[in-house]
């Protein structure tokens, strides 16, 4: 089996079947770190994050994707991250609910014969693509809160790149201080990548306490009273393990052909408390209405509702993939899947083939018309200088 990942969240969430395929001895697993060879733009820092802590923990990491093995399964977050060759290929979500909507697309999705996911809501989407099997996440389990006293404790979790509102919301957290305590932890995009060195700067400042994404979620949720977020995924981590959550950006419609985000869906239900007026009395207002009695009720239940399988653990994922290691699954729509996906590759390089086409018939047109007008207009110089000489008093 050929395991892909790409960053330390995806390694967190498969360490516990990792270690125990690993002490059940029951299939070799290749560990491969996808490297996008950016050294430019903080992507390696990323990736030696995640290669130190895999080392730490004893694995061993797959140098060199060997062109000639074939592996029965492939499991691996995305698609285009695979160079090898399988005769199933496996995704596994990281986050236990998807937030962004354009990784539904089939350019994302559509190769997976299978997807180990954690929610009732992906697993209908994508079952489009695949076979769809709900587990647990692995990273995440029932919290017990930890008791203090003084202030309430917010844990603030930003995404990042363009959806994230960091500059904005970091400037009035301080302002709540005197009610609340800051808790931070970076996403592994703003704690490493160089576009996003100032947010991170941002964070440090307004935050009591600053962690950087090798920081176990599970034991943040357990220490705070809140969770805050704006389009980050950790907002369904929070209704996860059922810590209230409330959501603070200046847009959380961020759709796909149509598509909502379900953050969106749920802010309109009432079910998270949202606001897009980042200012100090709104976001008192959302994190009050987070932790009243009514709102917890209402996640709460969309947390059972999403989330139907929370205790099987990692013995539920070795379950489903042993069923494709002994290949005791329905082989004849694996066929048609793959035949599918081999009409759909050729018809990409059909359509390829004629846009090259279309750029080199272009290239033809514009060429001739542009000599078309230097034939003309050098005519017309002509027949003007002609006429322009018989006016003034010369005779041919």
Known sequence: MAVIVQNILQYYSLYPFLKLVQEKNYWKIDLYIFDPQDTENGFSEIM???????????????????????????????????????????????????????????????????????????????????KTYVVPRLSLREIQPKKHSGKKRL???????????????????????????????????????????????????????????????????????????????????????????????DNINNSFIGISPLQKKLADDGIIPYSDKINTKELLRILQEALSTKVIKKQNEESDLLFPNKSTGAKEWVKILKKYMDDDINTDYIKIHDYLITKQDLLKKELNNAKQEEERLLKITNDLTSRLNIYNNGKLYKIAKKIYEVKNGKSY
């Open 48 to 130: 030696e994050e995640l290669k130190q802590t895999v080392i730490k923990d004893g694995f061993t990491i797959a140098n060199k994707k060997n062109k000639n093995k074939k592996y029965k399964v492939c499991l691996s977050p995305y698609q285009d991250m695979v160079g090898i060759k399988y005769t199933y290929l496996i995704g596994y979500y990281y986050g236990s609910l998807c937030s962004k909507p354009f990784t539904f697309s089939p350019e994302l999705k559509s190769k997976f014969h299978g997807f180990l996911l954690h929610s009732n809501y992906d697993a209908d989407i994508l079952s489009i693509y695949g």
């Open 155 to 249: 844990l603030y979790l930003p995404t990042y790149g363009k959806e994230s509102s960091i500059e904005a919301v970091t400037k009035i957290l301080p302002t709540i201080k005197n009610n609340y305590e800051i808790i931070v932890k970076s996403h592994h995009g703003t704690a490493h990548l160089k576009n996003e060195i100032n947010r991170k700067i941002d964070l440090k400042e307004i935050a009591d306490y600053y962690y950087e994404p090798t920081k176990s979620t599970q034991e943040l949720f357990e220490e705070a009273d809140i969770v805050l977020s704006d389009n980050s995924g950790a907002i369904f981590d929070a209704l996860y393990v059922k810590k209230p959550v409330c959501i603070l950006c």
